[in-house]
Nanobody, 111 residues
């Protein structure tokens, strides 16, 4: 099982980023996949999740109106579109599925 995140970087407040998580080694369509984040000095927290079989989606309250999770089955990839980014969104963002974490991608929101 392998999860490889990409798309992080430095963005100004109010800007947007799209994170990608390329998955391999398991049935992508069956398992729930999630994006989580870890702010400096804080516990890792759920950002958004998308279930495998029924494609239901759930968001943390802080993400509900600004972030969007989606997946491309043909590419075995899950995306996290993040809009209206705030400095408090600065964190390492991780992809999680099948009991496995990706390596994380740093998102820094700063002017």
């Amino acid at each position: 099982v392998q999860l490889v995140e990409s798309g992080g970087g430095l963005v100004q407040p109010g800007g947007s980023l799209t994170l990608s998580c390329a998955a391999s080694g398991f049935d992508f369509t069956t398992y729930t996949m999630s994006w989580d984040r870890q702010l400096p000095g804080k516990e890792r927290e759920l950002v958004a999740g998308i279930s495998g079989a029924i494609n239901s989606i759930d968001y943390a309250d802080f993400a509900r109106s600004r972030f969007a999770i989606s997946r491309d089955i043909d590419k075995n990839t899950v995306y996290l579109q993040m809009n209206s980014l705030k400095p408090e969104d600065t964190a390492v963002y991780y992809c999680f599925a099948y009991g496995t974490w990706g390596q994380g991608t740093q998102v820094t929101v700063s002017s």
